[in-house]
């Protein structure tokens, strides 16, 4: 998983409360069990007319939001299924940060195993960070993890809040098995330990 530190990048607003998983990744985009590929599906509804071409109202099929890297939208983001393609299909599509102020519980899970920050902030405030995103590429939005603060165009500090288990996750670049691989020597220490004890019981390989 790719590490997060700090993130400077144009912010896209999508200025809607409950946008569920479905609406982020519709479930007919899911017999895959792929991490990559998701991304020219997300949001298909909102993207894509009925005829496969693009919305040009679309935010995200506009410049410079085209290759926006942080969402600011509203409250129960990723509501709904808990299919943790949602999370799969942002990363895809290149969103590093996601911004609301909250978030079903199940996705905002999610969001950290792979490698996405989800912060929480007052809706007055995403009101703010909606409004500087109209100001195209001038408006970039600095992420700042290890201070956890939001950087305005203006210069403006904004707080956040986040698990320090989960800032160091992301930091580190760390999901639930790269967690789990920082102990191997002590996991085999121990499966040799065991080994010696019962002979008749086999070894597990972490390869």
């Not at 299924?81 to 079903?104: K, M, T």
Request: proline share 7%.
């Amino acid at each position: 998983m790719e590490k997060f530190t700090t993130l400077s990048a144009v912010a896209a607003a999508l200025p809607e409360d409950n946008i569920d998983t479905d609406k982020i990744i519709p479930a007919r985009f899911l017999k895959t069990t792929q991490r990559t590929g998701l991304g020219k599906y997300a949001f298909d509804s909102m993207r894509y007319r009925p005829d496969g071409s693009e919305n040009p109202d679309f935010i995200l099929n506009k410049e410079p939001w085209r290759k926006a890297e942080i969402l600011v939208t509203y409250d129960n983001l990723g509501c709904g299924s808990s299919r943790e393609h949602a999370p799969w299909a942002l990363l895809d599509f290149g969103i590093r940060c996601v911004i609301a102020p909250s978030f079903a519980d199940i996705f905002f899970n999610n969001c950290f195993k792979n490698g996405i920050l989800p912060i929480k902030l007052p809706r007055e405030v995403c009101d703010q960070l909606m409004s500087d995103s109209t100001m195209g590429s001038n408006a970039r939005l600095t992420i700042d993890l290890p201070r956890q603060v939001v950087i305005r165009p203006d210069g403006e500090e904004v707080p956040f809040e986040i698990d320090p288990f989960r800032k160091h996750m992301l930091l580190e670049g760390l999901d639930d098995i790269g967690q789990t691989l920082q102990h191997e020597t002590e996991i085999k220490s121990f499966e040799h330990k065991v080994a010696g004890e019962r002979p008749w019981m086999p070894t597990i390989t972490l390869d």
